[in-house]
């Protein structure tokens, strides 16, 4: 990630670089160097505003392209389309169920399927994903060993057991999500940021 600040200690020059269609800076280390070099006093002339508001488009557009080749096993339907519908994305729901469990993936799952109107799909994926919560049910004396962080402990003990539960997850979304939508990615911050204050919750407090 790009400081602002670090560019703040740049000369002139050096800032004027990053605004050249040859560099190869990310689009935050364009936007700051211009933003910074308007701050010192620089004039922008429209031409050169349009030409450096180009430059940080297209590499935007660049690195949206990147995500999508590295998720398209995954995620065909993917875009970037402000106008698409915003859906927890496939790859997302691998990494719950590998590291979390098929259940709590279910619940991006379920989300999904709500937010396109598709209830017994939701319910379907929701029920499907609880069948994993078998295994903390019958071992809880063995999981209780084991030193968990964020549980990460029980998934690498069930871990091709969680792999079939997203397998299972991915077969439910191909027979129920229509094949022609396009979907942005939806964060994934909100749902992880949940599950760790249940899991401190649960460890300080039950």
Known sequence: MVKKSVLQKLSDQELFRYLSPTNRSVPEAVRYAYDILRERGHGFTTEEHDRIEGIIKGKIEAEQYEALQRHKNFDENLTFDEDAVELYPNWGI?????????????????????????????????????????????????????????????????????????????????????????????????????????????????
């Not at 609880?130 to 402990?153: C, H, Q, R, W």
């Open 94 to 206: 691998l990494v719950f169920s590998i590291v979390f469990g098929p259940f709590l993936a279910s619940f991006l799952q379920f989300y999904n399927f709500l937010k396109i109107k598709k209830t017994w799909p939701a319910i379907f994926s929701l029920g499907f994903g609880a069948f994993y919560l078998l295994p903390k049910l019958l071992t809880p004396e063995l999981l209780s060993k084991i030193p968990l962080v964020i549980n990460l402990g029980a998934s690498i003990i069930f871990l091709p057991f969680f792999g079939l539960g997203f397998i299972g997850l991915m077969l439910i979304n191909r027979e129920f999500m229509p094949k022609d939508i396009k979907y942005r990615p939806k964060p994934l911050v909100f749902p992880l940021l949940l599950y760790i204050v249940i899991t401190i919750v649960k460890l300080y407090y039950l």
